[in-house]
């Protein structure tokens, strides 16, 4: 253990001295460079993919491009640039902090230990932490789990809820971490689970794309609530102002309802799966008092 | 003790022996002679059937070899087989290259599997070496102690592939010795060798084979005096002519 | 780049029960060497029963197990982990079923398909070392043992293998090794191996580049202790003049 430790400071003094601070800020470097650069997700549905495998589109792209319409007003750059870069779960904080993305839009919840890497804007959704599982199952509430076999994606607040749970309550569960979230659904689906854990909109995700939606529900009382927001880096208060108001705008002028339908309650592509997931209050909540506090901080 | 009834091989189209007759009897020493690629190797190989023929019939000990149902692994048991090449086992000592197919083939106890062993490699000349591993010992020791190996299986015969021609000219004695030995001592031998000085001193016959088939054979002393047969002659010639 | 380093990240809580951070790498590793361990095994002996069937005289083994080589070293191993975890317990019969899906212990569900998968991808890899190894013996080895009155059996145990498994054992080593690294995969169905511990901690604590230098320093001293220990077999097996084999 020691020499662990020892080894992790000597790290740390190698680091310190090879990260070299971002001097300028966003907006100063968007004006140099004349390009914005967008970070965004490849299956992130109905929030950040790609459906023709090139451009991305969803709730959260539609609501960077209101940001992008804002940034070029306020520089003053109608032919402003935007270059796409895809990131994973593994690579958004670092590729904002690093420079390379200048602001990501996808479905990364806002939450303490990420606000000390990176700024969050206002909210841009909110979900529920629930359940999916078949109409036939019996399974209402997370009390029905004990002694059941659970999935949930492995790496997400769920799993770590279904873990405490688990513990504090003695249910006796058996949880099953999938690598993803089509995988925890094939889990659910091939039977070795009766429930899958995720947050809600998610979970009206994988039900569109199921073979046979009818056969699943999604149900229980919400364990969390997350905030999902934008990623910009620290520190850079100027360009965090112009992100919040072009959001808050948005919501303001209703045209968020606008959006919201399109991506949740109609048809998306590429297969035109209708999420059939209305509004929750929480969202509604959220639209009407924007904040970029995590939820765990109301 | 081994008669070959008109026996035939071919590899593909290549007619190696062809129509091979020959009897060695108890306490026989039989050498073979010939050019090189008449098939002297092919002839011996078959003795114990590492090599397999296609036509006629090969008895050993009153044992049809070339029978199917011959327990081939009971009869090669019997007949010990010294190659060219040695072809000692790099992976175990000396003690245990003797002393491993006693053990696993015929059951032998392992005290006495090395009492045997040290035995034979007494008659080697070699029981200082027992603990060496194959790779630190000259061609001349590695080929002795393939010899006791072939011993150690107490066989009824002993057959020799070209045992010498692999060896320094310093060492070639000292593996003739040891089969010299072998020979006064009963064994029924067929040995495939060039050194006429062996063949003169301790072969009951000497057999000269050229193309797959058996042209002369005689007493040493007339196959060396007085060769009947020209291939035979022509043979010798080359063979008495240094740097042939 | 203004990235907040916290190397104390280990030491925190992960709020489930007493955990901290470390226990989950801990654990990780425990999976990882308890799942390339037992599948090293397993395709040890099967690559090597593969390996000697592929050098016999008879036609249908060979064939066997050449055919068994080309199936399981070109389907890529995420393809072949997914036959046999989703796939395979389908056709099995209603009872063995319930039993496996349901019954067993997800965790234990996933380890007995992770290390066959990861045992019969890495047999079709030891196979065909374990043949080259006896193709590379000199032909009078065969001769010799056969002429003692060894059966085909005896030979290749006493005779053929020992001189074998000690040519290629820098071969064996780095299959050792990989079958380390193809131990992640376990995580695609859910079994907390190292890698997966440590993506997961890069994702809750939002400190992935501690999490990824961990993963990294325990691979490594994974990978020396690794072949630290094939060294060792090494030297215990090494017999003089014997290096390298044939001469
Ligand atoms: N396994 C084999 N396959 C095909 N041909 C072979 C094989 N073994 C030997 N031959 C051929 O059979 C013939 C006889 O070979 P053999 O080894 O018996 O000759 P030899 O008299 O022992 O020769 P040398 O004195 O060179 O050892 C040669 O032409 C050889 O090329
Ligand atoms: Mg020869």
Redesign the interface.
């Known amino acids: 253990m020691r020499f ?2 020892r ?3 000597t ?2 003094i190698a ?2 001295v090879a ?4 001097a300028e800020g966003t907006l100063d470097k968007i004006k140099e460079s004349g390009v914005i650069v967008l970070g965004h997700r490849d299956a992130s549905i109905p929030f950040s993919y790609l459906a023709d495998g090139q451009t991305p589109v969803g709730y959260s792209h539609d609501l960077q491009l209101k940001v992008v319409e804002a940034v070029k007003k306020q520089l003053k750059m109608p032919n402003l640039q935007v270059r796409y870069n895809l990131v994973t ?2 690579t958004r ?2 590729l904002v ?3 390379t993305v200048d602001l990501e839009c996808g479905s990364t919840t806002n ?1 303490l ?2 606000q ?2 990176v700024a969050f804007s206002v909210g841009i959704f909110e979900i529920g932490t629930r359940l999916l599982t078949s109409k036939t199952s019996g399974v209402k509430d997370f009390p029905d789990l004990k002694g059941k ?1 659970v ?1 949930t994606t ?3 607040t769920s ?2 809820l279904l ?2 749970m688990n ?1 504090e309550k003695q249910m006796g569960m ?6 993803d979230h089509g ?1 925890s659904f ?2 659910l689906e ?4 009766v429930a899958f854990m995720m947050d809600d909109a998610l979970l009206y995700g994988e039900l569109a794309k199921a073979k046979n939606p009818a056969a699943w529900v999604v149900t229980g009382k919400p364990q969390s609530f997350e905030i999902y927001g934008c990623m910009l ?3 850079d208060p100027a360009f965090k102002k112009v992100v919040d108001d072009a959001i808050k705008a948005t919501y303001k002028s209703g045209e968020i309802n606008k959006i919201y339908s399109k991506w949740f309650t109609s048809p998306v592509p590429p297969k035109g799966l209708n999420l059939n997931f209305p509004m929750s209050d929480e969202l509604k909540e959220l639209v009407a008092k924007p904040t970029d506090k995590s939820a765990e901080q109301m | 003790m081994i008669r070959f009834n008109n026996v035939h091989k071919w590899f593909k189209d290549l007619h190696v022996l062809k129509g091979v007759n020959l009897e060695v009897t108890q306490g026989e020493v039989v050498v073979v002679c010939g050019p090189s690629g008449s098939g002297k190797s092919t002839l011996i190989r078959t003795v114990n059937q590492l090599e397999t023929i296609n036509e006629g019939e090969i008895w050993v000990d009153g044992v049809n070899v070339t029978d199917p149902k011959t327990n081939l692994n009971a009869l090669r048991a019997e007949v010990g087989f010294v190659f060219q090449h040695f072809n000692l086992y790099p992976h175990l000592s000396v003690l245990e290259n003797i002393t491993l197919s006693p053990i696993k083939v015929k059951g032998m106890d392992k005290v006495a599997a090395e009492k045997q062993a040290i035995n034979l490699l007494e008659k080697v000349g070699l029981a200082h070496k027992k603990d060496a591993f194959p790779s630190q010992l000259s061609g001349g020791q590695q080929q002795r102690v393939a010899i006791a190996r072939g011993l150690a299986m107490e066989p009824r015969v002993m057959l020799f592939d070209e045992p010498t021609s692999a060896l320094d000219p310093e060492m070639i004695g000292e593996v003739l010795k040891v089969m010299k030995d072998l020979a006064e001592s009963g064994m029924t031998m067929m040995v495939v060798t060039h050194e006429m000085g062996f063949a003169r001193e301790v072969a009951d016959r000497v057999v000269f084979v050229d193309h797959g088939e058996i042209i002369e054979q005689a007493h040493p002393e007339s196959f060396f005096t007085n060769p009947q047969h020209d291939r035979a002659k022509q043979f010798l010639r080359q063979l008495l002519t240094p740097m042939n | ?7 104390n990240v ?1 030491f925190k809580s ?4 007493s955990e901290i951070y470390l226990d989950w790498f801990i654990s990780g590793l425990g999976w990882t060497i308890a799942v390339a361990l037992v599948a090293w095994i397993v395709a040890l002996i099967i690559g090597s029963i593969l390996g000697v069937m592929r050098t016999l005289p008879n036609k249908a083994a060979a064939s066997f197990a050449a055919g068994y080589v080309e199936l399981f070293r070109n389907v890529p191993l995420l393809v072949q982990l997914f036959v046999w975890y ?1 796939l395979v317990p ?1 056709y099995l019969p209603e009872q063995t079923q319930i039993w496996f ?2 019954e067993l ?3 234990t ?2 380890y007995i398909s992770v290390v066959v998968c990861l045992a019969l991808f890495t047999a079709a890899r030891v196979c065909e070392q374990v043949r080259t190894g006896i193709q590379a013996l000199p032909k009078g080895q065969s001769a010799a043992a056969l002429a003692v009155g060894f059966n085909q059996a005896q030979m290749y145990r006493h005779v053929l293998l020992p001189q074998a498994f000690r040519i290629i054992i820098p071969p064996l080593t780095s299959e050792f090794l990989n079958i380390f690294k193809n131990s992640s995969v376990a ?4 079994l ?1 191996e190292l890698l ?1 511990q440590t ?2 901690t ?9 999490a990824f ?2 993963a990294t ?1 325990i691979y490594f001293v994974l990978n020396m202790s690794l072949m630290g220990l094939m060294s060792w077999v090494e030297r215990k097996v090494r017999v003089p003049g014997m290096m390298g084999g044939a001469k």
């Open positions: 662990t430790k080894l992790l400071t790290a740390v680091s310190a990260a070299p601070a971002m779960s593994q904080i670092p902090q690093n420079g939450n230990e990420r000390k890497q076999n999935v492995a790496g997400t799993e770590r873990k405490a513990a058996n949880i099953i971490s999938a690598k995988e094939l889990m091939s039977g070795r689970a880096r620290k520190d | 780049m203004n990235y907040n380093w916290d190397w280990f992960t709020g489930i029960g989703f389908d899906k349901q212990a997800p965790t569900s996933a995580s695609l169905i859910g907390m997966a993506k997961q890069a994702e809750f604590t939002a400190n992935m580049f501690e230098t961990l320093i």
